[in-house]
């Protein structure tokens, strides 16, 4: 999923939540960039002034004349911010996506406004509860919390200190990614000779210069191949070093500032750091819980981890009998990893380019919807795509039963200036009796060459789609509730991946993988053989992946948990680093000058990895059964982990779906099954 912006998104200015015409003209692509500028302008002055009508509106508050009001003037800032935030990552027009992040940016400072707006705070307050169902009470006392959390209590000269370091924070974190995103470095090779071990179509596309030299960036689709298959451990080490800087010194003193920032925010509001501040409204509340939490896994994962480590050691051994130790450019700890993606393709004969052959994306998307047909009821109909915002968008309604559910777009091929890598946006956040859901996944799975339709999937890619459909469902199931703050997208940040995480399973399950996983050359299916070998293949280095999580998520919080005063980053990354492995980072290596999730994560990138335990654990049901289709597991997922959206809190949800407390059976046993599933075997003969 997109890292969370301060507000996660969703939108669209219409109103209406009717499905029985095929236009999708509600989306003014059309517009230009000043246009769109205009009409967030004048969207977000009606907001500012139907507000203050509200607020000074006399008379007793109840529901329907006050909170109902309220949620939908905020309703329609939200759609400002998600409409902005979503043209910005995917529209061609490089001036409309500026006036889409302006428009994002503006809604936003309403919000920091909003939160510190006493009159608002009072209003709310002094609201009549009585006789309202619990999800309203919970809506109200989130909004009340989350004002309280910007310090709407302090006096006026506190108030506006702390909403001017809010809109700072905003720019600051916004400067820090597009940093990120801007900023590349090169090395250049002295020729093919130099890129050996990469695939043909790799050399197809870094031809010698007129000098003879060849251009490698710190770019995914240039970075990822080299670290994963180039012979050179030299060419390795040199883009990794390039690709650990790509963003210093530039980012050097925009994290400084962001951590100060937001360091003074939460003193200020009375928290000893920021990582108090970020972590109290999530499942996990403090600090001192996530870290007993990650000692919890890294106690599980260590000795796997180094068992791992070891044999891929080994294995660099028989090309450098040398070899004291492997290097971070020869494993999978940042980058593809070399020397596990040999072993895959020796021991256990997985070579991830044939696997292509039998992934056409029509089968895997049309698989897809099958499968959430038979586990769900619902049911896909397509709707044209003229009007939308690339011809290559498709569109979809979704019903279940009879009743519409919501909308999706999916938005799947590569082109200039678009979101590059996988997320799954909200466009449009349903409310109940006034408009359905709309969700986009914007992912770059699909050559833009040929027919989308037959284009052939990396099998990592369908993984990932089955990933961001995991949120798709989530949105969709859960966009019926009567208020904007109990949808989805105010559900504890640290509970958002579990969905995701637990629908990739049916990507990576030998028998729903087979049913969509077909040559459709030859008409035949996915050989069960190879299935087997691709399960245990993807189990080799698992506990060296998520022990790697684990450090970044201590490395996340301690940055979150210092004084700023004489922080070094980039020397706490590497100290605590150390705690959890003995590869050292080079020296010169600037890896937090890099990592986008520090802005949108902050202090709780923890979440991968708690939101892989719960989601480990909610798969349990199905395991039971033996199938991941049991229809009746199926829809008591739906029923009790979708639909609720954040109406209540997160843990109560999974309480209610499995009947018990979470915890950590699940995963323990799914780490124990790895190694047993990766154990060494023969080497393939080549
Ligand atoms: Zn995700």
Not at 125 to 151: H, I, N, Q, W, Y
Request: glycine share 6%; aromatic share 10%.
């Amino acid at each position: 999923m997109n890292g969370p912006a301060s507000r996660p998104p969703g939108t669209s200015l219409s109103a209406s939540g009717s499905h029985t015409g095929t236009s999708l003209g509600e989306f003014p692509w059309s517009l230009s960039a000043s246009e769109l500028e205009d009409r967030a302008t004048s969207n977000l002055q009606r907001a500012e002034t139907e507000l203050s009508e509200l607020l000074h509106r006399p008379g007793a508050r109840t529901v329907e004349n006050f909170l109902e009001p309220l949620d939908r003037i905020l309703l329609r800032v939200r759609d400002i911010a998600s409409h902005g935030h979503f043209t910005f990552a995917v529209h061609s027009d490089e001036g409309c996506r500026t006036a889409g992040r302006e428009a994002s940016e503006a809604a936003e400072r309403f919000f920091n406004g909003f939160r510190v707006n006493d009159d608002a705070y009072r209003a709310l307050g002094s609201l009549v509860l009585e006789g309202a169902d619990e999800p309203t009470r919970f809506c109200v006392a989130k909004m009340l919390r989350e004002m309280r959390r910007s310090g709407v209590e302090k006096d006026a000269a506190s108030r506006a200190r702390l909403l001017e370091l809010n809109n700072e924070i905003d720019r600051v974190a916004n400067q820090y990614a597009e940093n990120i995103a801007k900023l590349e470095r090169t090395i250049e090779v002295s020729g093919t000779n130099d890129l050996a071990g990469l695939p043909p179509d790799f050399l197809a596309t870094h031809l010698p210069g007129a000098d003879g030299t060849i251009r490698i960036t710190t770019r995914y689709p240039d970075f990822h191949p080299v670290m994963a298959y180039a012979q050179q451990p030299e060419l390795r080490r040199r883009l990794l070093s390039e690709f650990m800087n790509r963003a210093y010194p530039e980012n050097l003193p925009v994290l400084d500032q962001l951590l100060a920032q937001r360091y003074e925010l939460a003193t200020s509001l009375g928290y000893p750091a920021y990582s108090a501040y970020a972590i109290e409204d999530k499942m996990m509340e403090r600090p001192e819980a996530v870290r007993t939490f990650l000692d919890r896994v890294a106690n599980v994962l260590r000795q796997p981890a180094t068992a791992d480590l070891a044999r891929f050691l080994a294995r660099k051994r028989e090309d450098e009998p040398s070899a004291e130790r492997l290097e971070l450019w020869d494993s999978s700890l940042f980058g593809e990893g070399y020397y596990d993606g040999k072993l895959r393709a020796e021991e256990f004969g997985v070579d991830t380019k044939l696997l292509r052959a039998y992934l056409p994306y029509g089968q895997v998307r049309d698989g897809l919807f099958a499968l959430c047909e038979e586990l769900f009821g619902v049911h896909f109909h397509r709707l044209p795509s003229d009007g939308l915002w690339h011809p290559s968008v498709e569109a979809y309604d979704v019903t279940l039963g009879n009743a519409p559910l919501g909308r999706f777009f999916l938005d799947l091929v590569p082109r200039e200036g678009k979101f590059s890598h996988a997320a799954c946006f909200g466009i449009r956040d349903g409310i109940l009796g006034l408009r359905l859901p709309q969700s986009a996944l914007v992912c770059n799975f699909l050559d833009a060459t040929g027919p989308a339709e037959s284009a052939r999937m990396q099998y990592s890619d369908v993984i990932t789609f089955f990933h961001e459909f995991g949120h798709l469902l989530h949105a969709l199931f859960s966009g019926h509730g009567r208020w904007l703050y109990t949808t989805m997208s105010f559900i504890e940040w640290d509970f958002v991946e579990a969905p995701s995480q637990l629908f990739e399973e049916w990507a990576r399950n030998p028998a729903t993988l087979a049913r969509f996983a077909r040559n459709p050359d030859t008409g035949e299916t996915i050989p069960a053989d190879l299935l087997e070998r691709l399960r245990a293949a993807e189990a080799l280095g698992r506990s060296v992946r998520w022990l790697r999580q684990v450090a970044l998520a201590a490395i996340s919080l301690e940055l979150y948990d210092r004084p700023p005063a004489g922080l070094d980053s980039t020397e706490t990354f590497r100290e605590v680093w150390a705690r959890y492995f003995t590869h050292p980072l080079e020296p010169e290596y600037h890896p937090s000058m890099a990592w986008g999730h520090l802005t949108g994560y902050s202090a709780f990138y923890y979440t991968y990895v708690w939101s892989l335990v719960i989601a480990r654990d909610l798969l349990r049901p199905f395991l039971e059964k033996g199938t991941l289709t049991d229809p009746e597991t199926a829809a008591r997922y739906a029923r009790e982990i979708l639909t609720p959206g954040s109406t209540r809190p997160a843990s109560e949800l999974v309480q209610a779906y499995l009947g018990r407390e979470f915890d950590f059976v699940a995963f323990e046993r799914w780490i124990r099954e790895g190694l047993e599933l990766s154990r060494p075997r023969p080497r393939a003969t080549a």
